[in-house]
């Protein structure tokens, strides 16, 4: 759970300058990545860069921020069904709980009532709704984003993680082996573009549908999301 629904910050209008701005998500390793060089990498960077050239801008036109307020578009807005503005899903994906490989304590949502997990607030939501605020003070390690939970998990601080499955993958990517998805998926999230006016989300939607339609979504789904490949064989429809 990851996205935030930042439509109505934005600019309203893009190109002014000759730039397009798109903010992005911080923290969000397989979908968000800085790279050494201050460049980013991810799967919500290909959808961007995608969206961005059948507007009209070149790559070198595109300027990332992660200030919702000061963008043309939001990659990985998520919000209510009919959110105003928002052209998508591009993706739909689940939470998801990420435990260390040796561990079989925990094989399904029920068994973390007495484990530590680490999660963002948004992500913990529908395990404080089942197990109660008593078990947020005493077992959840709340993190401002989800990159930083993995270091816990790793050295035996907490039991588990758990975030949008995308998320997962990519902080196991940089611990290769020592983590595993375990249990079913705890909600279901959908990530979409938000815009500032109702013809630019019509531009974007436009975009999607042939990113979809020519083979580019599932060429980037496998090779930014390769690990779950499997899980997303066909783009989904577009509300």
């Known amino acids: 759970m990851v996205g935030v629904l930042a439509a109505a910050f934005l600019t ?15 923290g969000q390793p397989g979908l968000v990545t800085r790279l050494p060089d201050g460049r980013y990498s991810g799967f919500d960077i290909e959808v961007a860069q995608y969206v961005a050239r059948a507007l009209g801008y070149r790559d070198d036109q595109v300027v990332y921020t992660l200030d919702t307020t000061r963008a043309d578009l939001v990659v990985g807005a ?13 993706l739909v994906t689940s939470t998801d709980v990420l435990v260390r490989t ?7 949502p029920r068994d973390l ?17 089942r197990f109660g605020t008593r078990w947020r003070r005493f077992f959840l390690a709340e993190a401002n984003l989800p990159a930083a939970c993995a ?5 035996g601080r907490t039991d588990a993680i758990v975030a949008d499955a995308p998320v997962l ?8 082996g020592k983590f595993r998805f375990s249990g079913r998926s705890l909600a279901t999230e959908k ?4 815009t500032g006016t109702a013809a630019l989300r019509d ?8 990113m979809f339609d020519d083979g580019t979504w599932k060429r980037t789904v496998i090779d930014q999301l390769g690990a779950l490949a499997t899980r997303y064989t066909t783009p989904p429809s577009l509300d």
């Open 102 to 108: 040796g561990d079989l304590s925990i094989r399904r």
């Open 12 to 26: 309203g209008g893009c190109g002014n300058d000759g730039t397009l701005v798109v903010a992005v998500r911080p």
């Open 113 to 129: 009532a007495r484990k530590r997990v680490c999660a963002t607030r948004e992500s913990a939501e529908p395990l404080v709704k």
């Open 151 to 155: 270091p816990l998990l790793a050295s």
């Open 191 to 194: 990530y979409g573009i938000a």
């Open 78 to 90: 998520t919000g209510p069904p009919g959110s105003r503005y928002v052209a998508g899903p591009y």
């Open 203 to 210: 531009q974007v939607e436009e975009a999607l549908r042939r």
């Open 169 to 176: 993958a990519g902080l196991s990517a940089q611990y290769p």
